[in-house]
């Protein structure tokens, strides 16, 4: 059931998405600053843009110079008009779109947004129904656990713009002196991170709080973060599949990490990397999203800068392989990536549906997986190519799952909740009585 943008609280600062109505379509009232002129009525193609200037938000660096450049350049020759590309960063983004969603004058008029935060923001009314695109945007093709986020009572406002899963890199030099091989199943996983420990190595490097990575092993004990019951939202922490995927992260963390307990998701490749006086890694394995293998390899002098280094993998020290399931397989892995919509405030509605069939175009999907960012539409997957990196995440990607579509997700995000809970967890907290409390504290934020 949708709820009025009023209502929206995203932060434990409790930021609203205030002054904004719930409509889908935009407002007819002109406007002369921010997104700029009334919407042309027309029939949905480039024509119907009528030369409208837009503005595209995008979230951190992810997206390449050369796909901008391609975007801003097909706009202007398919419409006319000019597309002003503005990039957020994602710590301040929350707050970012609060303000400016539901203000015409000032709204982008499209947007990327973390997949976890699409159902805060489309519940309230923030993004356009473009049901009636989803056919010419990739209809069925397009990876589902991200349009099923997307939508609201049957509806789609958001549709995925990248994903990206996560899988181990690790070091060969490391296994094979040690004579082990790759884990088959997750038990095997930790019995390998302990043996490669020492008092200088982390057999499995990951931050206490990083429970993005940490969720899996909730996820490949049959455990879930939230579910609805008689149509409530519920933190299910204290569930007991998922006490027993906490119990054996807790285990992993103390045998085989030296990761600070208030880590979280950062860059664990740098510990990876070949980098110390020495020559030796401080870890053996790390669990990443897929694009940080462009930062993963022996560091070398930077050609055109020799003040800095960078990573040039090896295939003969460095590998990849996708976490095992308790019984072998594959473990169900979180999903990063983006979704994309339209500001429902914004006055640029044609212009805004002509930039998504851009996006959605042949030739930016492949563009996309050209970039090691996994399309939207999945009938581009093979521009990915067919390394070890892009069967990794396509293996990966296949038994992803997403965080729970509840429309209070972002505000449980961004309240730090999760990050304290695992930070306790891998800190040696009793884990039934941490559960307990946090369950408390995050089911009244996930209605929203």
């Excluded at 490669?196 to 049959?222: K, V």
């Excluded at 983006?338 to 069939?357: P, V, Y």
């Excluded at 009938?379 to 995440?393: H, I, N, W």
Aim: charged share 20%.
């Amino acid at each position: 059931m949708r709820k009025s943008l009023a209502a929206l609280t995203v932060t434990a600062t409790a930021l609203a998405l205030a002054a904004c109505s719930s409509s889908d379509s935009a407002s007819d009232a002109d406007t002369d600053s921010g997104s700029g002129s009334t919407a042309q009525e027309g029939d949905g193609d480039a024509d119907s843009a009528g030369g409208e200037d837009i503005t595209l938000w995008l979230m951190g660096g992810d997206t390449p110079e050369d796909l901008r450049t391609y975007l801003t350049d097909t706009y202007a020759e398919q419409t006319g008009g000019t597309l002003t590309i503005e990039e957020q960063s994602w710590g301040d983004a929350l707050s970012k779109l609060t303000t400016a969603l539901p203000d015409a004058a000032n709204t982008p008029d499209v947007v990327e947004i973390g997949n976890t935060w699409s159902p805060t923001f489309t519940t309230v009314g923030a993004f356009t129904d473009i049901s009636d695109m989803l056919g010419e945007l990739g209809g069925d093709d397009l990876l589902q656990s991200f349009v099923e986020v997307g939508e609201v009572d049957g509806a789609s406002y958001t549709v995925p713009y990248y994903f990206g899963s996560r899988y181990m890199f690790y070091r060969k030099d490391l296994y094979e002196a040690q004579g082990l091989s790759v884990p088959t199943t997750l038990e095997e996983f930790s019995e390998t991170a302990a043996a490669l420990t020492t008092d200088a190595q982390s057999g499995f490097y990951l931050g206490g709080e990083d429970w993005r990575n940490g969720i899996s092993w909730i996820f490949a004990h049959g455990g879930e973060l939230a579910v609805q019951e008689d149509g409530e939202w519920v933190s299910t922490l204290s569930d007991p599949n998922t006490i027993a995927g906490l119990e054996a992260l807790q285990e992993l963390y103390t045998s085989s990490s030296l990761a600070p307990v208030t880590e979280s998701d950062s860059t664990p490749w740098v510990n990876i990397n070949n980098n110390d006086a020495t020559g030796a890694p401080e870890a053996a394995t790390i669990m990443a999203p897929s694009w940080a293998h462009w930062s993963i390899g022996d560091l070398e002098p930077d050609p055109d800068d020799d003040t800095q280094q960078i990573a040039v993998w090896n295939d003969d020290v460095f590998g990849t392989y996708v976490l095992p399931g308790v019984d072998g397989g594959v473990a169900p892995v979180f999903a990063g990536g983006s979704n994309i919509g339209i500001s429902a405030s914004s006055t640029k509605q044609e212009g805004a549906k002509e930039l998504l069939r851009i996006i959605f175009s042949p030739e930016y999907q492949e563009l996309l997986g050209g970039a090691g960012l996994g399309p939207g539409n999945l009938e581009y997957v093979s521009s990915l190519g067919d390394d070890q990196f892009a069967v990794a995440m396509a293996t990966s990607a296949e038994h992803s799952k997403l965080t729970p579509a509840a429309p209070g997700w972002a505000a449980v995000e961004g309240s730090g909740l999760l990050e304290e809970f695992f930070g306790k967890v891998n800190g040696g907290g009793d884990i039934p009585a941490l559960a307990a409390e946090y369950d408390a504290q995050i089911t009244p934020m996930l209605a929203g």
